[in-house]
């Protein structure tokens, strides 16, 4: 019974800490979804990629990120460390 009791609360935590993630995400998506970005990205301490955004930058679980160059206009798919700084639109 007691092992019953520890599982249904870990599976309860678990849901609330993904709840927290996706309302942060969702948050996130909101108040910078469609917005260029300047992203540097390096690969072992070397710098491969520096450049910008077109509009929204994706991640995905496994580090990796998808954007539109502004540079080619090019979907263009990155794994590394990267950099990715919103820029607001000046008024």
């Known amino acids: 019974m007691k092992a ?3 599982t249904v ?3 309860a935590l678990t849901g609330a800490l993904s709840a927290c993630t996706d309302s942060k995400r ?6 910078w979804g469609d917005k260029p970005a300047d992203i540097t990205c390096w690969t072992y301490g070397v710098e491969n990629f520096k450049g910008r955004s077109t509009g929204k930058v994706e991640y995905d679980d496994g580090g990796r990120i998808s954007f539109v160059d502004a540079a080619n206009n090019r979907y263009t798919t990155i794994d590394g460390d990267c950099r990715v700084v919103y820029t607001q639109p000046s008024t």
């Open 9 to 11: 609360t870990a599976i």
């Open 4 to 6: 019953l009791a520890i």
């Open 26 to 31: 969702a948050r996130n998506d909101a108040t």
